[in-house]
């Protein structure tokens, strides 16, 4: 079983950048695509981006593409979310998930997740 835990979120004023880092345990998460989720109050959960297993092949949702980048280190077990010109809209529970997959499927379904982090934007 992997287990993921997040870093990275707070509080930053619109236009800012944060990174968010998911380091994983586990043998597996080197062969595991791996994405990141975030979840506004009253709205659904959405998959923002995810990256495959090696690192090749990126997913984005459109309204963060061109602001976000999702990278992987499987060296250190580390997936990175990259957050640049950030909206208020932005603001949400971020949420680092995998696959038992190399490539991302079912955009919307993960086989396991971290606790979250809190990203907040001020405008």
């Known amino acids: 079983q992997v287990q993921l835990v997040e870093s990275g979120g707070g509080l930053v004023q619109a236009g800012g950048s944060l990174r968010l880092s998911c380091v994983a345990s586990?043998?597996?998460?080197?062969?595991?695509?791996m994405g990141w989720f975030r979840q506004a109050p009253g709205k659904e959960r959405e998959l923002v981006a995810a990256?495959?297993?090696?690192?090749?092949?990126?997913y984005y949702v459109d309204s963060v593409k061109g602001r976000f980048t999702i990278s992987r280190d499987n060296a250190k077990n580390t997936v990175y979310l990259q957050m640049n010109s950030l909206k208020s809209e932005d603001t949400a529970v971020y949420y680092c998930?995998?696959?038992?997959?190399?490539?991302?499927?079912?955009?919307?379904?993960?086989?396991?997740r971290g606790q979250g982090t809190q990203v907040t934007v001020s405008s």
């Open positions: 998930a995998g696959q038992n997959a190399y490539s991302w499927s079912t955009l919307n379904r993960y086989d396991y």
């Open positions: 586990g043998r597996t998460f080197s062969r595991n695509a």
């Open positions: 990256i495959n297993w090696s690192g090749a092949n990126t």
